[in-house]
């Protein structure tokens, strides 16, 4: 099965950092740009950044920008999301998807088609 | 940041309804978006990317159009299992910006 499963969530107080990571199976990573996702409770999804697939390009959004830092590992199929600074805005779930590229009449998109079921992040002020 | 204005934020509908969501973005996104369903304690859903493209799996019930600025997904002939949150995403630019989401609930 294609499939992508965050882990390292956790309870961490602000001013905190923690790692987490998206195990990637059933495809290979590294044909693929990755993305992570977060969700406040209650609240709408937001995109927190992305990368390329040799891992030499991020974008974030300018919330996380600086504290957050996205990595991968081809050869171990895994995406990380480093967080440091940690605030009680970033609590949320922390979903990665894969961001598949599909091309219709010469235009290519960003198609983020596999996500995972998200690890909690709680930050405690 | 492109804003994106969904609404309405919530409609109730029966089975069998036909029931229309918009999306509509502060500057031109070509036709960069995407559908997403999302129900409770689960992940987001993808139903259609490229505005109008269906994910494969999604039923043809589900539609989207639109370009721009503007975007629409109708949900026609309402399925029990399609009682959920909607939201748009413009993939256009950085960075990425969802709607606010559409509840469709259970007349």
């Known amino acids: 099965d294609v499939q992508v499963v965050e882990s390292g969530g956790g309870l961490v107080r602000r001013g905190e950092s923690l790692r987490l990571s998206c195990a990637a199976s059933g495809f290979t990573l590294s044909g693929y740009w990755m993305t992570w996702f977060r969700q406040a409770p209650g609240k709408g999804p937001e995109w927190v950044g992305n990368i390329n697939r040799q891992g030499t390009e991020t974008h974030y959004v300018e919330s996380v920008e600086g504290r957050f830092t996205i990595t991968r590992d081809n050869a171990e199929n895994s995406l990380y999301l480093q967080m440091n600074s940690l605030t009680a805005d970033d609590t949320a779930i922390y979903f990665c998807?894969?961001?598949?590229?599909?091309?219709?009449?010469?235009?290519?998109?960003?198609?983020?088609?596999?996500w995972g079921q998200g690890t909690m992040v709680t930050v405690s002020s | 940041a492109i804003q994106m204005t969904q609404s309405p934020s919530s409609l109730s509908a029966s089975v069998g309804d036909t029931v229309t969501i918009t999306c509509r973005a502060t500057?031109?996104?070509?036709?960069?978006l995407a559908w997403y369903q999302q129900k409770p304690g689960e992940a987001p859903k993808l139903l259609i990317y490229a505005a109008s493209t269906l994910q494969g799996g999604v039923p043809s019930r589900f539609s989207g159009t639109g370009s721009a600025t503007y975007f629409s997904l109708t949900i026609s002939s309402l399925q029990p299992e399609d009682f959920a949150t909607y939201f748009c995403?413009?993939?256009?630019?950085?960075?990425?910006?969802f709607g606010q989401g559409t509840k469709v609930e259970i007349k």
């Open positions: 998807a894969r961001d598949a590229t599909e091309c219709r009449n010469s235009v290519c998109y960003d198609v983020h088609d596999i």
């Open positions: 500057q031109g996104i070509r036709n960069d």
């Open positions: 995403l413009q993939d256009f630019r950085y960075p990425r910006t």
